[in-house]
């Protein structure tokens, strides 16, 4: 079994030496998603709900490119520039996988990439 590497103009671009996401038999991992726009490629984070929309929108086009979507994540891990945003960020992320939510671990760093205020990657079966 290969893994394979995911790529879409759905999502932003990698921005270093890693694929957007990857598949292995049955499974799929994204790399950690930013609130890049895909097609301006400027990072939409006006607020931390408007960013968390974007980058969970840029971890659903990942996932379907890898044959799966947001209703199959297994796990996801959320990291966040201030901590004081978990309950912003978490009302948003209700709208994606309140019905069925995945495992999840989300904590505060110290700087994203881009100086982005959230990120988000995720871990999906087909």
Known sequence: MNKNLLAT???????GPYSQGTAFGE???TSGQLPLNPET????QDSIEQATHRTIKNVQAVL?????????VLKATVYLKD???FAAMNQVYAEYFGKNPPAR???QVVK???DAIVEIEAVAHK
Do not use: H, Q, R
């Open 9 to 15: 103009d759905n999502a932003p671009k990698a921005i």
């Open 27 to 29: 499974l799929v991992f």
């Open 41 to 44: 490629g400027k990072l939409e």
């Open 64 to 72: 379907i490119a890898g044959g799966s979507d947001l209703s199959k």
């Open 83 to 85: 901590l004081n945003d």
């Open 105 to 107: 671990t989300c904590f």
């Open 112 to 114: 994203l990439p881009l």
